[in-house]
């Protein structure tokens, strides 16, 4: 542990403290709740940890999703939504 010459510090390795996991480029369904609904989004780019599947967006990507909620427009699909009760 904080050997700075032993291994190259990776920014893919996973951020998870005492994960092993790297991050893979993916494309995943990324749920977010926008002014009290649930919107859905698939096929969002995101590295996706082959372990522990902790998922982290670029930042062009969440601004691209910030950008997407922002639009008023109608759903290119929707999906029975189901609460856990
Ligand atoms: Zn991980």
């Known amino acids: 542990m904080g050997d ?3 291994k ?5 390795n996973c951020s998870l403290q005492g994960c092993l996991g ?3 480029a993916k494309r ?4 977010v709740r926008h002014r009290g ?5 698939d ?3 995101a590295d996706v940890c082959s372990i522990c599947g902790d998922v982290l967006f670029k930042p062009e990507t969440v601004r691209a999703i910030e950008r997407l909620l922002g639009e008023v427009r109608q759903p290119d699909a929707s999906v029975p939504l189901y609460e856990y009760a």
């Open 43 to 45: 096929h969002v780019p």
């Open 4 to 6: 700075p010459k032993g």
């Open 22 to 24: 790297q991050y893979e």
């Open 8 to 12: 190259k510090i990776q920014d893919m």
């Open 28 to 31: 995943v369904i990324h749920t």
């Open 37 to 41: 609904r649930v919107v859905v989004i």
